[in-house]
């Protein structure tokens, strides 16, 4: 017999909670360019997904265009805020 945990034994892993931190923290370091490349990075995940069919997602707003709108939104916000702080650094 096996001591190690079977599958269905296996304690619970919060990995996800440890990526969500993670990029939270990488957001706060690096602010906008952080979101912006978050958001573009899932924006094109999602552009593959649904080119292979994919039109309901485990995302908590399911449809893949409205997870692509606000991953659209997310990208262009971030870059406004990018526009914002260079004209700040010129003025």
Do not use: E, H, N
Not at 7 to 36: H, K, S
Not at 42 to 61: D, E, I, N, P, W
């Amino acid at each position: 017999m096996s001591s190690a945990p079977s599958q269905a034994q296996a304690p619970y892993d919060p990995l996800r909670l440890c990526i969500y931190a993670t990029i939270a923290a990488l957001a706060w370091l690096l602010g906008p360019v952080a979101v912006v490349g978050f958001a573009l990075l899932g924006f094109a995940g999602y552009v593959r997904a649904r080119r292979r069919g994919l039109t309901r997602s485990k995302c908590v707003l399911r449809d893949t265009r409205v997870v692509l709108a606000y991953l659209g939104t997310l990208a262009l916000a971030g870059t406004a805020a990018i526009a914002w702080q260079i004209y700040d650094l010129i003025t």
